[in-house]
């Protein structure tokens, strides 16, 4: 398969799953907003940061490391083997659930029963539930590796679509039921996610043969369950020697990525009530991280793995396959700066009435307009940190994912203590500018990564970060404007002065997109190309 080709696929996954997930999450933004009104802020807080930890925790352990080596296979590998691998997270999984569990019950803090009742119930049921979920990771991975464009994202968003309406229903008839309400429909979540890729794969399985992709290394639904053999090894041992440097690496990404909630939980440096809104403010920061970036991360990590061969520098890679992915990154460097630049400048000016709207004053008011503020600009970091890394793991050897593991364990701990310092300086804003700290660091090494991998070369994807001064102007122009707006028209002046601040944020930011779209042609002309190609593939299939 050419670069362009996967090139084609790589943007016809993101476009897809984008469009799809902005649908979905949107209906689910509402229901979520809808539930947030009959709760307590302690009970968020146990829910989504307590439990929802926990079961992050075993997800990540379990199958971070195996997602990444085996999506990074050459296409002509044996895919029993690679199925087999796949397999051991349900076991790893088993352990962590019953190792964590026992820590979440035993050594942390519990919750006052007449406050949040059925913890214990909640523990047991959010790690069943990430059991349940590992028992779909080898449909998981090869529809990945196959890029099915819709199955992921439809499979998801319907999970999610299908828990919110039960919790919000649960939650209006049977209040008193507590911790039960999450903890079912956290297990009813994974069993339809599970269930929607079974059900797709038995069914295009059980088709006839020329409806069936040529390229899928499956016959039968019973080739996806583990198979053992005589004449060969039962896993490709150089793909479990990848995922142990994967898993170790995986381990002290996951304190970087929940950091903040490991604090809170482990040393509880805040009550229960302002973690839940530390973690509401949070999500609804992330919402456009989740919706653009992580489409784009997961879909052209794909894309990079497959053109690039990972023990191969730059001068040593096929150079056709070299200047696509270097003119991919730099356009994909240049979208994520846009777009985290105008999150950061346009969220300070209606961070304060999006908190308003949402969750009302319970949000609004107190530290939350500050919290959400500071994460704007954290996700001005996390859109550049997506893609430098994206790029950056699909290109390093194993030997360099060794190395940077290293880096990993001394960005953990300095994240630890720089979070615990803060938290106690300036409160909950110290999570935030912890993170920013970090992923600084982050986009550091994964820069000078990409500068020394194309160094060699006549190519210079770090281009991408460069904007032109008219832009740059249009980005203060639209600070500024909308900053003085806030001051006069927002928040305490009622719905016509916060309907005039929206109708000047709108102005604000049609003047910078306009002027992105005069300055940024080739940015533009490779989001047209990819964009074209891939309403084309869609007719086509």
């Known amino acids: 398969m050419g670069s362009e080709e996967v090139l084609g696929q790589a943007a016809r996954l993101a476009s897809s799953g984008l469009l799809l997930q902005v649908l979905f999450r949107l209906i689910t933004f509402v229901l979520n907003a809808f539930i947030l009104r009959f709760l307590s802020k302690e009970i968020v807080g146990i829910v989504n940061v307590r439990l929802t930890l926990l079961y992050s925790t075993i997800l990540f352990l379990a199958r971070e490391a195996f997602r990444r080596a085996c999506l990074s296979g050459s296409a002509q590998r044996d895919w029993s083997q690679t199925l087999n691998l796949l397999w051991l997270t349900v076991p790893l999984g088993v352990f962590w659930s019953l190792f964590l569990g026992w820590v979440w019950l035993r050594l942390l803090e519990v919750p006052d029963p007449d406050a949040v009742p059925h913890y214990g119930t909640g523990v047991m049921l959010f790690a069943l539930s ?37 919790t919000a229903c649960l939650v209006l008839w049977l209040p008193h039921w507590g911790l039960h309400i999450f903890s079912l429909a956290q297990l009813f979540y994974t069993a339809v996610l599970v269930l929607c890729y079974v059900v797709y794969f038995t069914k295009l399985l059980g088709s006839p043969g020329s409806s069936k992709p040529q390229a899928l290394p499956v016959s039968r639904i019973t080739d996806l369950l583990p198979s053992l053999t005589r004449t060969r090894a039962s896993v490709n041992w150089k793909e479990a020697k990848l995922t142990w440097s994967f898993f170790k690496q995986s381990f002290l990404k996951q304190i970087l990525t929940e950091g903040e909630r490991y604090v809170m939980t482990f040393l509880n440096v805040l009550n229960f009530g302002d973690q839940g809104v530390y973690d509401i403010v949070n999500n ?49 460097l240049k979208l994520a700066l846009l777009t985290g630049l105008t999150i950061t400048v346009f969220g300070f000016a209606y961070s304060q009435l999006a908190l308003d709207i949402y969750g009302g004053s319970m949000l609004s008011s107190g530290s939350g307009p500050v919290l959400l503020r500071c994460y704007c600009v954290y996700v001005l970091l996390l859109a550049i940190n997506g893609v430098t890394e994206c790029f950056t793991f699909a290109a390093m050897s194993k030997e360099e994912v060794d190395r940077y593991n290293f880096t990993m364990l001394a ?22 500018l912890a993170n920013c ?83 940024e042609t080739r940015l533009i002309h490779f989001l047209r190309t990819q964009l074209g190609a891939s309403r084309l593939a869609n007719k086509l299939t």
């Open 411 to 432: 960005l953990s701990c300095s994240f630890l203590v720089l979070s615990y310092l803060l938290i106690r300086w300036c409160g909950s804003v110290g999570f935030i």
């Open 437 to 519: 700290f970090n992923m600084g660091i982050r986009i550091t090494h994964s820069l000078g990564f990409i500068h020394c991998y194309y160094r060699g070369s006549a190519y210079r994807p770090l281009a991408g970060l460069r904007l032109s001064p008219l832009l740059l102007g249009a980005f203060a122009f639209s600070g500024g404007i909308t900053s003085v707006s806030e001051m006069f028209l927002c928040c305490e002046q009622g719905w016509p002065a916060r309907l005039a601040h929206v109708a000047v944020g709108a102005f604000c930011l049609a003047v910078t997109l306009r002027t992105a779209f005069l300055t």
């Open 130 to 166: 990430a059991v349940v979920e590992l028992l779909g990771e080898p449909f998981w991975v090869l529809a990945q590796a196959h890029m099915f464009v819709k199955l992921k994202v439809l499979a998801e968003s319907l999970s999610v679509i299908l828990k919110s309406v039960l």
């Open 284 to 332: 609804l920061g992330s919402l456009v991280a989740r919706l653009i970036f992580q489409p784009i991360e997961e879909s052209f990590y794909i894309f990079f793995a497959k053109v690039l061969e990972r023990e191969k520098d730059a001068a040593r890679q096929k150079q056709e396959d070299i200047a696509v992915a270097a003119a991919v990154l730099e356009s994909l």
